[in-house]
């Protein structure tokens, strides 16, 4: 793709008469940099140079839309094959173990977990991964957005990264996210002990046509898993970690403790007394009704 890439920029140069010199000062770049470009050597190009390819040679777009293809040849194979799952998903279920989910992370937040990655080459790198998984999160702002339930470790609200200021912003944004519809967030607590996905995390996907893919993923590895008995052993993992997790509302309960507490956490209710406090919601007016292991019966979806 970064061929591809290359190659389009040259012809559309060759026929606007500029010369790599040229076509760098009007993009603010050098020449050479034009030359790694088109002969696909080099640091890919970033998401803000390939607009100013695309506007500098009249490319209508081409260029851009060509751009995401060209950022995925950096990762793996099975690392774009469910980037591009995740994108035609319309049910998504996750379990993070570390840190808050892509899809949820604020900018800061997202910079901080990027910035730490051992295949960052170079700042300019770090800024168009910012910005592609910022770009990611505008689906879920589309009529079209899928279906979002996230179970977080305990771990992922209390670790502090980029800071406790970057940190309550990011608690912040997860309590106003899951006051969408579209959006359920839950806590799976310390006391829970051990489970099937400790290291590690986990997402299943819903396509379209009801067929589900899993995605189990590691510190330094990732493991795409489609066959369809597999899969459905990973989606009862999730089904049991969904109901081990604090209920919706008793979670958001804890994650404003923490932001609010910051390096003294919350408290933690014990299981008997989170019983109580689950039915006590349940009956409050205007409460998310749940039936077993925190799901939310079905009910109509208004319209976006």
Known sequence: MAALF????????????????ELGARTHVVGTRI????????????LELARALDAALGAEDLLVELWPYVYREAFPDWSRKFMEYAERAVDVREYAAHVVPGLLQTEAYARAVLKVGRTLASEEQLEERV???????????????????????EAVIRRPVGGWPVMCEQLEWLLGTAKEFHTT????PFDQGEHEVMGGSLTVLTLSDGSEVAYAEGAHYGQLIEDPDEVRRFSLTYDRLRAAALPPLMSLDMIRSVREDNHHGAKVPSRSERRRLAQEQ???????????????????????
Request: charged share 30%; hydrophobic share 30%.
């Open 185 to 188: 967030v839950q806590v799976l």
């Open 131 to 153: 910005n592609a998984r910022m770009g990611r999160q505008k689906r879920l702002g589309t009529p079209d957005r899928p279906e979002l339930w996230v179970v977080l470790d």
């Open 35 to 46: 030359t790694q470009i088109e002969r696909a050597s080099g640091a890919k190009p970033t």
């Open 282 to 304: 349940l009956q409050q007016p205007g409460g998310r009704q749940l039936r077993g292991g925190g799901r939310r019966v079905p009910g109509r979806r208004p319209r976006p």
């Open 6 to 21: 290359g190659t389009r920029v040259r012809r559309l140069r060759t026929a606007a008469g500029l010369t790599q010199a």
